[in-house]
């Protein structure tokens, strides 16, 4: 069983910065593609970032690329989300969550595009309101 528990969240003016974490069962990391995805008031929640098994790959969406980074400390077992240049439409709650990696190339990345459905280890969320 993966648990996953984010810490983090807040309020920030745009332009600020927010470093998000998730607390990660032991040995997860190894086998499994981790993921940050948000869900903003009446909108269907999208993918933000993503990290495969071996940390050597990650993924962003467009709207994040370039000011967001993902990435993981082992040792910590612990999973992150560096904010920077925040917006208003960052504004969300914020999940950590995870899905096994099956060691195929590539495959964290096709899970990633594929949207929220198909992970299956969810995070509580933790809230970012960014203010004008």
């Known amino acids: 069983q993966v648990q996953l528990v984010e810490s983090g969240g807040g309020s920030v003016q745009a332009g600020g910065s927010l470093r998000l974490s998730c607390a990660v069962s032991?040995?997860?990391?190894?086998?499994?593609?981790m993921g940050w995805f948000r869900q903003a008031p009446g909108k269907e929640r999208e993918g933000v970032a993503s990290?495969?098994?071996?940390?050597?790959?990650?993924v962003y969406a467009d709207s994040v690329k370039g000011r967001f980074t993902i990435s993981q400390d082992s040792a910590k077992n612990t999973l992150y989300l560096q904010m920077n240049s925040l917006k208003p439409e960052d504004t969300a709650m914020y999940y950590c969550?995870?899905?096994?990696?099956?060691?195929?190339?590539?495959?964290?990345?096709?899970?990633?595009?594929?949207?929220?459905?198909?992970?299956?280890?969810w995070g509580q969320g933790t809230q970012v309101t960014v203010s004008s």
């Open positions: 032991t040995y997860t990391y190894r086998t499994y593609c």
């Open positions: 969550a995870a899905v096994a990696d099956i060691a195929v190339p590539g495959y964290c990345l096709r899970r990633f595009q594929a949207g929220p459905a198909g992970w299956g280890y």
């Open positions: 990290i495969n098994a071996g940390g050597g790959t990650t």
